[in-house]
């Protein structure tokens, strides 16, 4: 009986294996399955007994020897999504400038293109077109959070701390637990100079994130201003666990710094 059922147990996954696929993840990770659907963000793979996984396309390195962008971007608008991201990634501006426009070509009403337009011409300190772009995007996708935080950002480095604060607070409306958005917001108001405001969307952006480092050590900063010194230290020390824990070595000797230089009292 035994025997059987090692036989049986070889026979399934000989068969399982006949038509498997490997697929291997960015994080290094092999999976052996067969790809069951394939859309142009994600595949969905059976690794056997009827178990079905979903990957996605910016998870996944490479299938079977090919490249995930090839495999997945079939269609002319995700290649031309996934040409100019690789792009982006690697520097190379203007290429992905040409797959974006390509796509916009072919595309008229392409949210993506537009939106990912403008975040090309935004490293490039082009602001004007970075802007129209944004603006487009917004406008093909007013729901979307995306357009109203690179808006935000945008303004921020123009130096219009009202407009980024305005697109800003739009995002917040959009994705209201969006730590980071509030941590941003906090950031402006410290450009205006705004302590109380600093303050509480600091502690919004902790409050929805107790693990964003940056935040309880931008926190620490208000509360010794402030002078509220025992939440000035325990903000520091928690920043300080926090960017050990994420590896971020020089961070947590800035924050280190920061607890040996002043005087808690």
Known sequence: ?????????????????VFAE?????????????????????????????????????????IDGGSATELFYTSPKGKHIAEGKRYFAEGKYEEAIKEFRDLIDI???????????????????????????????????????EPYIALGKLYDELQDYQKSLFYYNKATEIEPENAKLYFDIGMVYNYLSNPQKVKDSFSEAVRLDPNFALAHSGLGGVYLYFQEYDKARNSFIKAKELFLKEGNVQAAEEVENKLNSFKFE
């Open 22 to 62: 490997t697929i291997i993840l960015n994080s290094g990770k092999t999976i052996e399955g067969k790809i069951i659907e394939r859309t142009n963000e994600s595949v969905k793979i059976n690794i056997g007994y009827d178990i079905e996984v979903t990957y996605y396309f910016d998870e996944i390195n490479r």
């Open 1 to 17: 009986m035994k025997v059987l059922v090692i036989l049986v147990t070889l026979v399934l996954i000989l068969m399982n294996n």
């Open 107 to 145: 595309e008229p009403q392409s949210f993506e293109g537009y939106q990912n337009l403008g975040v090309v011409y935004a490293v490039l300190r082009r602001y004007d077109e970075a802007k129209d772009n944004f603006e487009t995007a917004l406008k093909l996708s007013p729901n979307s959070s």
